[in-house]
Nanobody, 124 residues
Framework: QVQLVESGGGLVQAGGSLRLSCAAS????????IAWFRQAPGKERQFVAT????????YYRDSVKGRFTISRDNAKNTVYLQMNSLKPEDTAVYYC?????????????????WGQGTQVTVSS
């Protein structure tokens, strides 16, 4: 139903910032809750943040609260993840995912559509 493409990853020093974007195709983008997940080498895919279809509610894993901000612009079919005060443990491939629901969850199995990911590397 929708295709997702992430961008904005790169190499940054600890304490720096990056802004990731998730661009979606499809006129029904506003009907989906969106989440960001990440996966580091040798680790399971990990929930990062989610936002409901209107952008009025967000939820974050504890380790990124106060540092990351998820937002969406339905007119542009885009979701963002602003990442500040980055730490080496944030290094991973970051994926956005879409669920046909008003609100998302922290469970990867709830999401039907996934992007191919963008690499974020934080040096110490």
């Amino acid at each position: 139903q929708v295709q997702l493409v992430e961008s904005g990853g790169g190499l940054v020093q600890a304490g720096g910032s990056l802004r990731l974007s998730c661009a979606a195709s499809g006129r029904t983008f506003s009907r989906y809750a969106i989440a960001w997940f990440r996966q580091a080498p040798g680790k399971e895919r990990q929930f990062v943040a989610t936002i409901n279809l209107s952008g009025s509610n967000t939820y974050y894993r504890d380790s990124v609260k106060g540092r990351f901000t998820i937002s969406r612009d339905n007119a542009k079919n885009t979701v963002y993840l602003q990442m500040n005060s980055l730490k080496p443990e944030d290094t991973a491939v970051y994926y956005c995912a879409a669920a046909p629901s008003y609100s998302g969850s922290s469970y990867a199995s709830e999401y039907d559509y996934w992007g191919q990911g963008t690499q974020v590397t934080v040096s110490s």
